[in-house]
């Protein structure tokens, strides 16, 4: 692979290298926990924290864990990460912690960081693999937040439900009957499968 | 929980179909769209990740009743449940390799991708967050599997005849339309939705 | 800070991991599959493409049997020569080769040629055609449907669709694994060792005055091509059956075909026609001398009543 520029591995995870939608890493999560636009975005962040760290510590470790062992070894990395995690939004942010439920702990399985990790993270400096997690993790955000912006505008008729700012996009009698399926799991499928025509689009163009 | 005879018929309809792991709770989505393009690969998938799923969710249970909660240490499950299996689907892959060279001519290449499924963690999380006594974790987990592999074999045979190449409108083309298909099956699920409260 | 909770859980996920990492390695040590040395080479020389022609499920399998004497070194068609010299090495005997079989089609009906009964608009495959149409969707009952379940089953891209809507069979890409002749449903595709170059082109079982309106290449039962036949090569089985060894591929079977249902795959040697059709004449030759006195006979009994009514008058 050419070398690419600090900027590059940057953004490159934003979108010709997104993960959810060119690389189709993480699907879990995107979606299930697409319902709300607070949500998706407290999702990304909580992955890109994981991200961003694990890379780190990884690429510090790198010289000294045995290729025999490598995987157990990252695994363990990540979810001791996952697991700090956890306890601060248990601690913290309470509400979105029982949103998300059992996804926290889920990182650890997240295709994504681990795939980071094994591709980029064993094999690059500290500054390049912190870039890159953080990149990954943006394009990550970026695309629970577009999947969750479509199924909650749609289905719920609310952005930004959960929190002051809460806004009620097409009126009051939309909001009482809103596309209710754009919320629930077969909504879910095909947000997901439209919003990859235009990922396919922007990858052939 | 406490549940009668028919709640545990119960929990086992509300595992496979009300409460299916792939089209109602999202667990297991990538393996769903990889290995799906075939009959056969998802059924040696399904099989695997039942035998996987319901030992891991013994051993977990085990592990986090008898030693974690009562020293206090339930904020390691994730770290302990993951390593666990991870080690559980190594040495499955040894026996399997050494007892049954057919069987692993199958299943062989399914294991190490059902370590990093998140079903196999996910059903280990779930019957503790549900507080399932040993009896009701080991039925969950084998009926959750058993609705993941009913659901990837079913979608398997979709695919095999829905053409992904020639007739669709080029812009569907590939995961688009698969997705979609995806979204339509998960809404003939829905009807089971309800059904069964647990 | 809480020290117990520091110490208790780094003991105890210690502890965990240490036994996940004994466990597996006492595992590895008795769960350890013996590799036998020879299976393993042995399956390096395959092609590993598992197609299952040799009969043993994948390559391992049979480079299993091979190592425990219960399979031939030579059975491995997709390899063909070289992997059988190479299999020979490892086990140190001498081997000899099979002569390379490729698959063949013995139908012309495509497009333009064989009658349709129906317009088959259902799942594109033949065997589900079959299953949903007994007698298939030409008027011929046997005839080819083209619906591509050989090219499916064809694990080393040797069969395609051609224009006709028949299946064309790349001799070079074929293995000779059989895998399409297992997969056709009207068993119109078979195996024949490639030296053999002429190829029956009809499988029809339809009575002989149906199939001119079935087929244009219809077999018409007429047997002109035994008939044609000097060495004898072709015998009538329901329809002309080749004899492999005494088939020289002269033409002359072909040539009096009238719809064509034979086919030579490549052009005759001038020297192997000259040769046939020479036998041919001879064998006319031979059948004529019994014209001659056929002819002396009839004229004896006139000469006598003539001769006898001579000597009454």
């Known amino acids: 692979m050419a070398e690419l520029t600090a900027v590059q591995d940057l953004n490159k995870g934003l979108v010709r290298e997104n993960p959810l939608f060119v690389l189709v890493l993480g699907t879990c999560p995107a979606l299930a926990l697409t319902t709300t636009v607070v949500n998706a975005l407290g999702m990304g962040l909580a992955v890109t924290f994981v991200l961003a760290m694990s890379n780190v510590a990884i690429s510090l470790l790198r010289k000294v864990i045995p290729s025999e062992v490598r995987i157990p070894a990252y695994i363990v990395v990540i979810a001791s990460f996952v697991t700090m995690v956890d306890m601060l939004m248990e601690a913290y942010f309470l509400s979105l912690y029982q949103a998300l439920g059992v996804f926290i702990p889920l990182i650890v399985v997240n295709c994504i960081i681990l795939g980071r990790a094994e591709a980029f993270a064993a094999k690059n400096g500290l500054w390049r693999s912190l870039l890159d997690g953080l990149g990954m993790g943006l394009g990550y955000m970026l695309a629970l937040g577009s999947m969750a912006l479509i199924r909650e505008v749609l289905g719920n008729g609310t952005l930004l439900s959960g929190t002051p700012l809460e806004m009620v996009v097409f009126g009051e009698g939309f909001k009482a009957n809103p596309v209710l399926v754009m919320v629930l799991p077969p909504g879910a499928f095909l947000t997901f499968g439209l919003l990859m025509v235009g990922a396919n689009r922007l990858r052939r163009s | ?198 | 800070m809480d020290l117990t909770t520091i110490l208790v859980s780094a003991a105890s996920l210690g502890g965990i991991g240490a036994g996940a990492a004994g466990l597996l390695a006492i595992a590895s040590r008795f769960f350890r599959v013996e590799e036998d040395t020879k299976v393993v080479a042995i399956t390096e020389a395959l092609p590993g493409a598992n197609c299952g022609g040799c009969g043993f499920a994948g390559c391992a399998g049979y480079a299993a049997a091979v190592a425990a004497g219960k399979a031939e070194p030579n059975a491995c068609t997709p390899g063909g020569a070289e992997t059988a010299r190479k299999i020979g090495e490892i086990l140190g005997v001498a081997v000899s080769t099979k002569e390379r079989a490729v698959a063949r089609l013995h139908c012309q009906g495509g497009i333009g040629i064989a009658a349709k009964r129906i317009e088959y608009l259902g799942y594109e495959s033949c065997k589900s055609l079959t299953l949903l149409v007994p007698g298939g969707s030409k008027i011929c009952p046997q005839g080819c449907e083209g619906l591509g379940d050989c090219v499916a089953a064809c694990a080393f891209g040797a069969i395609k669709i051609g224009e006709k809507r028949l299946p064309v069979i790349d001799e070079e890409k074929c293995t000779g694994c059989g895998k399409c002749v297992a997969a056709c449903p009207k068993r119109v595709l078979h195996m024949e060792a490639q030296s053999q170059k002429l190829v029956m082109g009809c499988s029809t079982k339809l009575a002989a005055k149906l199939v001119r309106k079935a087929c244009t290449t219809g077999c018409l039962q007429c047997k002109a091509c035994i008939r044609a036949c000097p060495y004898d090569a072709l015998i009538w089985d329901g329809l002309p059956k080749r004899i492999d060894e005494k088939c020289k591929a002269c033409g002359l079977c072909v040539e009096a075909c009238k719809p064509q249902s034979l086919l030579l795959l490549r052009e005759p040697d001038p020297a192997v026609k000259e040769e046939a059709k020479r036998l041919i004449a001879e064998r006319k030759a031979a059948a004529k001398p019994a014209a001659p006195a056929a002819e002396a006979k009839p004229e004896e009994p006139e000469a006598q009543p003539a001769a006898a009514s001579g000597e009454k008058s």
């Open chain 2, 1 to 198: 929980m406490e549940l009668s005879v028919a709640g545990y018929f119960q929990l086992i309809f509300w595992a496979v179909f009300v409460n299916n792991f792939i089209l109602a709770q999202f667990l297991g989505i990538c393996p769903f769209l990889g290995v799906s393009k075939k009959i056969e690969s998802s059924m040696g998938m399904g099989i695997a990740v039942v035998f996987v799923i319901t030992v891991s969710s013994v051993i977990t249970w085990l592990l986090y009743h008898l030693l974690l909660a009562p020293l206090g240490l339930s904020f390691l499950k994730t770290i302990v449940f993951i390593l666990v299996i991870a080690a559980l689907v190594q040495f499955v892959e040894m026996v399997i390799k050494k007892l049954s060279p057919g069987l692993f001519q199958a299943l062989g290449i399914y294991l190490p991708l059902i370590t990093t499924n998140c079903a196999v963690l996910g059903a280990a999380l779930l019957a503790i967050q549900k507080d399932f006594n040993f009896l009701q974790s080991l039925l969950y987990g084998f009926a959750a599997s058993v609705g993941f592999a009913l659901v990837l074999v079913v979608f398997a045979g979709i695919r095999q005849r829905m053409d992904t190449t020639t007739e669709t409108p080029a812009f569907l083309r590939g995961m688009p339309v698969t997705l979609v298909a995806a979204g339509i099956l998960s809404l003939a699920f829905l009807g089971f939705a309800g059904m069964v409260k647990m």
